[in-house]
């Protein structure tokens, strides 16, 4: 094996960074679908660009029906490949910056996606690239596979390998380091409450509830609108008096407009949705939506640990079970919660979730699945693990921790022969993924590089050292 000595990758520093903001400039959130754009086209034009670059530098492409895309190099029935994903959340409000502008400024690179997956991205590619100009001897071919929906449900990784082969030993640099080898296993649910407007003679009308985004970490802002009927203006002062964080807009039309913001000095909750539920339920009169209301605040709210819900579960391998209220809409007569679940390695999620519908049909409400990711565990003995961890270890004199998250990546989908690795770097800045101003530092990008190098080389020579391959 030829070592690298590390710093291989600076001198791809300005082309990464050139083309991480030209990247991130394209708005590729998914929409509609179009022909031959499953995505819609925002997303579809971040994987031609990728494609188009990787062909540039003479690797083999390929657009699998605009669902995902690889550059391939090397030979060799065995695959070795980095998985990353071109579609990002929607930029949603409150930034500084413009979104998608790619600003490089003080050594950082600022927009939706800069750090969650397009910088990742593109310095796949390059460490693909180096491999190629350093002459590094490889045993496997080396694929780097561009997703475009892993933040909407990761469908495309269904299709991709219904396509195409599985890699024999693959990692996904959409997490931090050292390494994940557990991903609990992650159920997006809608609880819906449909209202018979007839019956709200004795209860006051909700004409509209609604904060969050599904793919934000922690909703900030709730906003309801409600009939003021036959409570008096200053008895609506006194009732959101009770909390700090509530303002008020009285309409002329007679409803009272209340939004509650979840991060506030005097109301650090970090869930405006639970502390507008919260507040809603203790109210001295009745709504249309109580039902609902009733169910959000004394089963879930700020419990995130589903002990209300009865689903409590831990392991000592993944940890215990995780229930987050992420956002609550309005469409006509209809109200809608999506609630993330995220359950231990050793659990039966199917279960899981039948009891949470059981739950919401006591209350007179549905529930609906829209997502479920089964967990993975990936052993600490095998090779991809051992591998990753030996070139962790080295590159920075740190211990490999084994981690797990309850967030999802594309090692979901790689039955057991990959893992998360990369590219956030321990004790290092808050890169805002999934927030406003969302943006990584062109230093610490540039340190994953040479991580990542590394250990796409040595999974590719993985057939050089046979015992490597034993589990």
């Excluded at 390929?62 to 065995?78: I, Q, T």
């Excluded at 979840?262 to 650090?268: S, V, W």
């Amino acid at each position: 094996m030829k070592m690298l000595i590390g710093g291989e990758m600076a001198q791809y520093r300005n082309e990464i960074v050139h083309h991480i903001s030209e990247l991130v400039k394209i708005r590729s959130v998914q929409e509609e679908a179009e022909p031959g754009k499953p995505y819609g086209s925002g997303v579809n034009r971040a994987l031609e660009y990728m494609l188009e670059l990787a062909c540039s530098m003479g690797f083999a492409t390929k657009n699998v029906d605009g669902y995902a895309g690889y550059a391939e190099y090397g030979s060799g029935e065995r695959m070795t490949a980095v998985l990353v994903h071109l579609d990002t959340v929607h930029e949603g409000e409150g930034w500084t910056y413009p979104p998608f502008g790619g600003l490089i400024e003080e050594e950082r690179i600022v927009g939706r996606g800069a750090s969650d997956n397009k910088g990742p991205a593109v310095v796949a590619l390059y460490c693909l690239k180096a491999i190629r100009d350093l002459g590094l001897p490889i045993r496997t071919r080396i694929r780097i596979i561009f997703g475009t929906n892993e933040e909407s449900g990761m469908k495309d990784m269904d299709y991709y390998f219904s396509k195409e082969p599985q890699p024999d030993f693959a990692f996904v640099p959409d997490a931090g380091y050292p390494l994940f080898n557990v991903e609990m296993g992650n159920a997006m649910i809608r609880i819906s409450h449909t209202r018979d407007r007839r019956q709200g003679s004795g209860s006051l009308q909700i004409d509209s509830l609604t904060g969050g985004m599904p793919l934000i970490m922690a909703p900030e802002r709730c906003e309801v609108r409600i009939a003021s009927g036959h409570v008096s203006e200053g008895k609506w002062h006194e009732l959101l008096n009770r909390r700090t964080n509530l303002q008020a807009e009285m309409g002329a039309d007679g409803y009272i407009a209340i939004t509650a913001n979840g991060n506030t000095a005097n109301q650090p909750s970090g869930n405006a949705i639970a502390d507008m539920m919260e507040w809603l339920a203790g109210l001295p009169f009745r709504t249309d939506a109580d039902p609902f209301i009733l169910f959000l605040n004394k089963k879930i709210g700020h419990d995130t640990s589903g002990k209300a819900l009865g689903i409590h579960r831990s392991d000592e391998v993944s940890g215990p079970t995780l229930v987050l209220l992420k956002q609550i809409l309005t469409e006509g007569d209809t109200l809608t919660a999506i609630i993330n679940v995220r359950y231990p390695v050793t659990e039966d999620g199917d279960r899981l979730l039948g009891l949470v519908a059981e739950q919401a049909q006591l209350h007179g409400l549905q529930m609906t699945i829209t997502r479920h990711l089964r967990p993975v565990y990936v052993s600490p003995d095998h090779p991809v693990v051992r591998t990753l961890s030996r070139v962790y270890e080295r590159a920075t004199g740190e211990k490999a921790e084994l981690l797990k998250m309850g967030a999802g990546t594309y090692a979901r989908k790689l039955k057991n022969n990959g893992v998360a690795f990369g590219a956030g770097l321990p004790g290092g800045v808050d890169n805002n993924v999934h927030r406003p101003d969302e943006f990584v530092r062109i230093e610490d990008m540039m340190k994953h590089a040479d991580i990542c190098l590394q250990g796409l080389y040595e999974l590719a020579i993985q057939e050089i050292n046979p015992s490597l391959t034993q589990i």
